[in-house]
């Protein structure tokens, strides 16, 4: 069954309208669907709706069958990853792959070292962009609660704005540092931060700078990972021990 996102604006006691132009363009003129045909309609708050399709206009107007609640039982964990945008293209694939893995916030961060260098209109186009990848792969991975994707932030206001996490981590490869099973065994933090660093690492002063903000710097093995599978591997293992 094919499923959509759809603002709790658009969802009344008995119906559903879609109205993004992407979207109704997508189910008349490349899925091909039609009226009377079953479709699963999500609001990004946790609901789902099974639904069937009513009228095919300019708007598309859906009738719901049953609305399946969404489950209120607090997250064991809140993960949040703030990663430095790497070069390419790649942070397109960290944020699929992090939603995929469960993360509930997402921030691509500037570091020192980040080579990548964005104005303020392509800043903007890209941030459309996360956001659109990210509601693709809640999509594809049936999760029916969206995850936030924050515009681009500068490491020192991320650090400032760090109070509101339990546990704060930064992966990074030199000096004193703990492993993630040792901190997270003893744990019960449920509100998490991690920092994951560029090409080049953190320098010693944004090192210095997280760790004197409460930051524990922590290894993630002795390899050096490159920055897509160092966020994907730090959202792995937490989602995978946290509270285990």
């Not at 997250?75 to 390419?88: D, F, Q, R």
Request: glycine fraction near 4%; charge should be positive; aromatic fraction near 6%.
């Amino acid at each position: 069954m094919h499923k959509f996102f759809v603002p709790a604006a658009g969802i009344l006691a008995d119906k559903i309208i879609i109205e993004d132009r992407e979207q109704t363009h997508h189910i008349k003129n490349v899925l091909k669907l039609k009226v009377g045909e079953k479709v699963a309609v999500f609001d990004g708050s946790g609901n789902e709706y099974n639904c069937v399709i009513r009228e095919l206009k300019n708007k598309i107007y859906l009738n719901i069958e049953k609305k399946i609640p969404a489950d209120n039982s607090p997250e064991k964990v809140k993960l949040t990853i703030a990663c430095a945008i790497p070069k390419k293209a790649k942070i397109d694939d960290i944020i699929d792959k992090l939603v995929q893995l469960g993360v509930s916030r997402i921030i691509p961060l500037m570091t020192e070292r980040v080579v990548v260098k964005l104005d303020k209109p392509k800043e903007a186009l890209r941030y459309e962009r996360w956001k659109k990848i990210a509601l693709s792969a809640a999509k594809q991975c049936k999760r029916n609660s969206l995850v936030v994707i924050e515009p681009v932030k500068d490491f020192k206001d991320l650090i400032k704005q760090s109070r509101e996490f339990d546990l704060k981590l930064i992966p990074h490869l030199l000096g004193d540092r703990q492993s993630l099973k040792e901190i997270l065994a003893g744990s019960e933090a449920s509100n998490i931060l991690v920092l994951i660093g560029p090409e080049g690492d953190f320098s010693e002063r944004e090192v210095s700078l997280a760790i004197a903000a409460g930051f524990i710097p922590v290894t993630l093995g002795d390899l050096v990972l490159r920055v897509d599978t160092a966020a994907i591997a730090a959202a792995s293992f937490i989602r995978l021990y946290a509270h285990h």
